[in-house]
T-cell receptor
Framework: QKEVEQNSGPLSVPEGAIASLNCTYS??????FFWYRQYSGKSPELIMF????GDKEDGRFTAQLNKASQYVSLLIRDSQPSDSATYLC??????????FGGGTRLMVKP | DAGVIQSPRHEVTEMGQEVTLRCKPI?????LFWYRQTMMRGLELLIY????????DSGMPEDRFSAKMPNASFSTLKIQPSEPRDSAVYFC???????????????FGEGSRLTVL
C-alpha cells in the first residue's frame, strides 16, 4: 500500500464549478500536509498547507484535514481553465522529508 | 533570488554512459532534496542533505546512483552506468527549514529530463 494515495483522474469539471481533490495517507504520525500544483512540463509549486483538523481557506482554495480518517482534501471554487494541472498531495514523513502521492490530473473545461 | 537552478535541462545518453546532474539551491536554504518523477511511480525522494551532509539516502535505487554536496551552493546526482529504466525527470528542491516543519515548503528547480537509450 502506498503511503499517500490519490485518484489519478482525470477529474473533469466545467468552468465555474467546484473541483474536489482527495488524498489519504497511512502514517498516523504525520503532522504536516501540503498541496502542490504541477503544470504539464513544469515543476511542482506549493499552493496550500494545513496542520490542524478542519478547514483552511486561501482565496478560491480550501484545504480540509481529518486526521482521524487520515484524509486530506482540496476544494477549488469557481474553477478556471488555468486551474487545469496535476495536483500533488504531500505528507511529511519521519524526519524532514515529504512523501508525495501520485497526483490527480484536473481538467477544467470552458 | 534566482530560485533553484538545475542543469542540464535535457540529457539524452546511451545505456552504459555516465550521467551527472547538477543543482544550485537557493542561498540560505539548509536542506536539499533530489526527487525523481516518472509516470509509473510518481515523485520519489532519492536523497536529502542537511547542511551539506547526506541524511537519508534510502530512496537511492541502487549503487549506480550517487549524490554529493561539496558545499552549500552545489550538489550533483550521478548515475554510472546509466540504464533505460533510469529515464525520468529528476528534480532538485531546497528548503530553509526542512519539509516536516511548519514552514516546510519545498522550492523545486525546473528539473532535468533524462532519456537513456
Amino acid at each position: 500500500q502506498k503511503e499517500v494515495e490519490q485518484n489519478s483522474g482525470p477529474l473533469s469539471v466545467p468552468e465555474g464549478a467546484i473541483a474536489s481533490l482527495n488524498c489519504t495517507y497511512s502514517d498516523r504520525g504525520s503532522q504536516s500536509f501540503f498541496w502542490y500544483r504541477q503544470y504539464s512540463g513544469k515543476s511542482p509549486e506549493l499552493i496550500m498547507f494545513i496542520y490542524s483538523n478542519g478547514d483552511k481557506e486561501d482565496g478560491r482554495f480550501t484545504a480540509q484535514l481529518n486526521k482521524a480518517s487520515q484524509y486530506v482534501s482540496l476544494l477549488i471554487r469557481d474553477s478556471q481553465p488555468s486551474d487545469s494541472a496535476t495536483y500533488l498531495c504531500a505528507v511529511n514523513a519521519p524526519g524532514n522529508m515529504l512523501t508525495f502521492g501520485g497526483g490527480t490530473r484536473l481538467m477544467v473545461k470552458p | 533570488d534566482a530560485g533553484v537552478i538545475q542543469s542540464p535541462r535535457h540529457e539524452v545518453t546511451e545505456m552504459g554512459q555516465e550521467v551527472t546532474l547538477r543543482c544550485k539551491p537557493i542561498s540560505g536554504h539548509d536542506y536539499l532534496f533530489w526527487y525523481r518523477q516518472t509516470m509509473m511511480r510518481g515523485l520519489e525522494l532519492l536523497i536529502y542533505f542537511n547542511n551539506n551532509v547526506p541524511i537519508d539516502d534510502s530512496g537511492m535505487p541502487e549503487d549506480r546512483f550517487s549524490a554529493k554536496m561539496p558545499n552549500a551552493s552545489f550538489s550533483t546526482l550521478k548515475i554510472q552506468p546509466s540504464e533505460p529504466r533510469d529515464s525520468a525527470v529528476y528534480f532538485c528542491a531546497s528548503s530553509p527549514h526542512g519539509a516536516g516543519s511548519n514552514t516546510g515548503e519545498l522550492f523545486f528547480g525546473e528539473g532535468s529530463r533524462l532519456t537513456v537509450l
